[in-house]
C-alpha cells in the first residue's frame, strides 16, 4: 500500500519538544526528497523543512531554523521532524510530503501539533 503516516502530534507547552514521525510506504525516503509542511485554518499549506535523497543536504523555513531538525531512518523508512523550543505559532496540522519526480507525490493524512499553556 502507498502511503504516508504521521504519528507524534500533540499538546505541548511553550519551550517544550516533539518529534514528528513519517513512516513511508511506496515511497524508499533515501531516494527522493522528503519535506514537511505545516498548515494552519484560513492559511496555505507552508514548507517547514526539506531533506534531499541520502540526507545530503537539508533546508528550512526561517521561522524554524536553529529549532527543528528533519532526518530520516533509511533502514525504518521513515522520516522524523525534532521539534524543540516550541512557540505558540508553531500550532498546526504537520504534513508529511515524498516527492518521488517522475512517480509522482505522496502526502500523508497529517498530525495536529498545539503549542499552549
Known amino acids: 500500500q502507498v502511503q504516508l503516516v504521521e504519528s507524534g502530534g500533540g499538546l505541548v507547552q511553550p519551550g517544550g519538544s516533539l518529534r514528528l514521525s513519517c513512516a513511508a510506504s511506496?515511497?524508499?525516503?533515501?531516494?527522493?526528497?522528503m519535506s514537511w509542511y505545516r498548515q494552519v485554518p484560513g492559511k496555505e499549506r507552508e514548507l517547514v523543512a526539506t531533506?534531499?535523497?541520502?540526507?545530503?543536504?537539508?533546508n528550512y523555513a526561517e521561522s524554524v531554523k536553529g529549532r527543528f531538525t528533519i532526518s530520516t531512518d533509511n533502514g525504518k523508512n521513515t522520516v522524523y521532524l525534532q521539534m524543540n523550543n516550541l512557540k505558540p505559532e508553531d500550532t498546526a496540522v504537520y504534513y508529511c510530503?515524498?516527492?518521488?519526480?517522475?512517480?509522482?507525490?505522496?502526502w500523508g493524512q497529517g498530525t495536529q501539533v498545539t503549542v499552549s499553556v
Open positions: 531533506i534531499t535523497s541520502a540526507g545530503s543536504s537539508t
Open positions: 510530503y515524498c516527492n518521488r519526480a517522475g512517480w509522482g507525490t505522496l
Open positions: 511506496g515511497c524508499t525516503v533515501r531516494n527522493y526528497v
